[in-house]
């Protein structure tokens, strides 16, 4: 039996009260992923402080609940980590800090983590570029 | 907080005089209408009652009600059961492209046993035009199926000016009438078809029931194997309490058709003038005039339904949405993609259906509670901030 | 008069806790479990509960029950779906003689569709012999359905043997335990079937609701085409009341089986003893042993079923028959036939179905009733006449 | 939709009072029709007065209630009919007679007016013999 739109009360209190939602102007970071065709697209801002330290970070994201849930606990998560260990954040954590995610949804919306990632890069490409 | 429940189309309360109906069907007149003895006689007598009632609805001769277990098995029985009984004669289906799945996909089902389907559009207000089901008719035709009324978007359909389309080329027409049957008036002897699909739900009776109405004569193969219940054409113990249901359902439907109808067109209209004006770049879907008096539907940009979907039912208030997150299957509407609204629109569709324990006050509460929630939403929304980037708002 | 309701087999009354559990879902908690609100949840709920019941009758898994409009639509579902689902693999299928209408009219279905089917047959005691199911299995074979045990003469089929048969082939196997299900144990785990069947009224469930478990991973074809509802296995809008009553009822199934198998054992093998006693030229049909235990059914020589049956419910005693002329199809049993009844003497068939709400003297009734009854209609009989004459009596 | 066994009144009198059952011990006529396999069977006896008047008849019937009533309801009818009376007996007018027949009844159960004609015509060709 297919799994049906069930959410935790961490996704719901994730959606309903969703942390660091906004945009970061000039941000260090900017990753985006997904695609508003497929119903879901998300925006991961982040500021880097020396230490390769994760020292703000903000989203924004269309989708369902789930989508905006994840991206809440993905910012929550990340924040104040370094580079390195939020590289380590996965979907899989991030399904599970919520308290999991419904099946049908584990797929499409939990996008987060790689949007985090994409951001973490375009850091480092940016980085890169002015150094080199 | 009040609770205001918008989804009669998902799921309605069945009416009060239904249910009474119904109780002594369940344990004491608990009989089989086959049975030679009066436990069976007085199930028998209920069933026909009702068959008459559910008839009376759609001005139809009793005898040719056939009680399934709900629309989509009436709609699976007639695509399927009117082609193959006439796959000899050839093997061609004509849909429309907002028809039901379980119009379309019985129809996909018989394109996976050789049968061709072609799935005629629609303009962007829904609606059918009969010329084009006329260009779709060739000589293998058998059967044309296209819906009373669609639900999701509202749009009534030009039935009869489909059926005759079809009459004229000697085929088949079915239409699916689940969504408009008991809210515009329906007659079998004027509209021209061949079958009628209804069902229980919407009409304020129980679930678990339908009917498909076919015209005397007409070839049909059964789709559910068994005994000679419902002349041979669908086998099965019948649910006795359930098609009780529906009889009653459809006498009050009946009854009550136009004030019924009045009622909510009031409502649903207040809300479609409304909604636009309380909140930018939200447009109706569905063709405005030609329009089922209990649907309002639109969509929202920038947002997707499912986060409406849930922050409403913070507030008491349950709609529906056809976004591709909402449904089950992941999907967006194919019913706004044929209306050639695109994808990411789509997503922001918003769908109200109006039912009678609506009061004029839940549109207002709409109103209200609406705008605020598309707004956070929209805050959140890397589309919108596009959007207004590039000067829009 | 006495109320002597003996016909269980056509139609029990659903039992008060069912009843009561289902009453909410028509009218309060009247969701549409795939809508997104509270509604929606609370009717979601109650059917995920239901499916766990129900599975838990037969020890199944519950994401492997697929709710159905009843034991008709279940077996159609398992003989077409899967066969269906096969058919690039192989186009024959077995079943046997005594199978009910909705598998062997299935069968007969996917016969106009292309697809080859043996009918095994039976002994004098309705019991297939799980060799010659080995001996009709082909390379071609893709499914055997065998029915668990037999409602019309209480015959229970050596169902493992039959499972394993098919296993050795690596062919998929069904059994309808419509007649079964909550008298006999089923394990599906044990049992070694892919797909069973079972119905809500049987088990003093509301009618119009049944199951079909198919094993994990085993292909179905869907019979109705729709919505992804029961994992896109069966479309439509669930009868959320009906499927609560029958999770209800396979959860007292369960919990009593041995209780009520006992009480209904004591009752039928009191007529199955005494009647034979009583009326001369009477005998009992199908298996002494292997044998429902709520089934007591006979043949009488000489008359037709239907006179007893009128005559029978004159005096409050509700029964049914095989005979041509109480069934609408005005044809003889053909479960009769397989065990090799003559026709003439399959017109006597007299079928007592015991229930929970029977009590001893029920029996008692029958064998104080039914001997001046068949008296009075042999005098009539002209079969009878010639009997005597020629010596017999 | 096919009709089904919903017996009137007068069919449920007959049913369950059959008037003239038995037999006629050396009757001036007999006719059977019908087969046990097939459900219905009956057998008609009669008694032909000078005046080729049906002065007995009596009848037995294996069958279904229809079967049984119709035999009772011929069986009244042609009581002191004359022959050529009796024999404008039809199907129909026995079914009219017991206020209706369902109609899957109709054809197989309906067979008593073929039995007294068959009885009729024994008769007759009996007489035949004797005075030929
Ligand atoms: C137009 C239309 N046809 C068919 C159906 C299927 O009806 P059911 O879910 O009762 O099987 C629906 C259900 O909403 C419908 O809207
Ligand atoms: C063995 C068996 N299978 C299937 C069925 C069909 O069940 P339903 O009439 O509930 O559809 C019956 C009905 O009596 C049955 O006895």
Redesign the pocket.
């Known amino acids: 039996m297919v799994e049906i739109a069930q959410y935790s009360d961490t996704v719901m209190d994730h959606f309903m009260n969703p942390r660091n939602v906004g945009e970061i102007e000039s941000a260090d970071g900017v990753g985006e992923v997904g695609n508003p065709v497929c119903g879901d697209m998300m925006t991961f801002y982040i500021d880097v402080d020396e230490d390769e330290r994760i020292k703000d970070v903000k989203f924004k994201t269309f989708g369902c609940g789930a989508a905006i849930a994840v991206s809440s606990m993905v910012s929550e998560m990340a924040m104040g980590k370094t580079l390195d260990e939020a590289l380590q954040i996965s979907r899989g954590d991030v399904a599970e800090q919520l308290g999991g995610l419904p099946e049908n949804k584990m797929h499409c919306s939990n996008l987060g983590a790689d949007a985090l990632h994409k951001a973490i890069e375009d850091y480092k490409s940016k980085k890169a570029v002015k150094e080199g | 907080m009040p609770e205001v429940y918008l989804d009669h189309y998902a799921a309605t309360a069945a009416l009060p005089e239904v249910v009474e109906e119904m109780k002594p069907y369940f344990s004491e007149k608990f009989g089989n209408p086959s049975s030679l003895h009066g436990w069976g006689d007085d199930a028998r007598k209920a069933v026909e009652e009702a068959r008459a009632r559910v008839a009376a609805l759609i001005n139809a001769e009793p005898g040719e009600v056939i009680f399934t277990s709900g629309g989509t098995e009436a709609n699976n029985l007639a695509v399927k059961g009117i082609a193959w009984a006439a796959r000899k004669k050839g093997n061609h289906v004509v849909v429309s492209a907002v028809e039901h799945f379980s119009v379309l996909h019985a129809a996909r089902t018989l394109e996976k046993f050789g049968m061709e389907v072609t799935e005629v559009p629609v303009d962007s207000y829904g609606m059918v035009d009969p010329e084009s089901i006329k260009e779709a008719i060739t000589s293998d035709t058998v059967l044309v199926s296209v819906m009373t009324a669609n639900g999701e978007i509202g749009t009534i359909q030009p039935v009869q000016e489909i059926a005759a389309a079809a009459a004229e080329k000697g085929v088949g027409f079915h239409t699916d009438a689940v969504a408009a049957a008991g809210y515009i008036p329906l007659d079998v002897k004027t509209m021209g078809a061949d079958a009628v699909s209804i069902a229980s739900d919407l009409l304020y009776g129980p679930k678990g029931v339908g009917a498909l109405w076919v015209r005397k004569g007409r070839r049909l193969m059964a789709l559910?194997d068994?005994?000679v219940?419902e002349g041979g054409r669908r086998?099965?113990?019948e649910n006795v309490p359930g098609i009780v249901g529906m009889g009653k359902a459809a006498e009050l439907a009946a009854r009550d058709l136009e004030t019924r109808a009045e009622y909510l067109r009031g409502m649903s209209s207040e809300l479609l003038k409304w909604l636009p004006e309380s909140i930018p770049r939200l447009s109706v879907t569905g063709h405005m005039e030609k329009r089922l008096p209990w649907n309002a539907s639109f969509v929202v940009e920038f947002i997707e339904g499912e986060g409406m979907l849930l922050f409403l039912d913070q507030k008491g208030i349950a709609v529906s949405s056809g976004s591709a997150c909402t449904s089950r299957a992941l999907k967006g509407s194919h019913v706004l993609t044929a209306c050639s609204i695109p994808a990411e629109i789509a997503q922001g569709s918003l769908l109200f259906s109006f039912g009678l324990d609506n009061k004029p006050e839940d549109v207002d509460y709409v109103i209200e509670t609406l705008p605020p929630i598309v707004e956070r939403l929209r805050q959140m929304s890397p589309l919108y901030d596009k959007f207004l980037k590039q000067g829009g708002g």
Chains 1, 4 share one sequence.
């Open positions: 559910l068994g005994g219940q086998g099965g113990t």
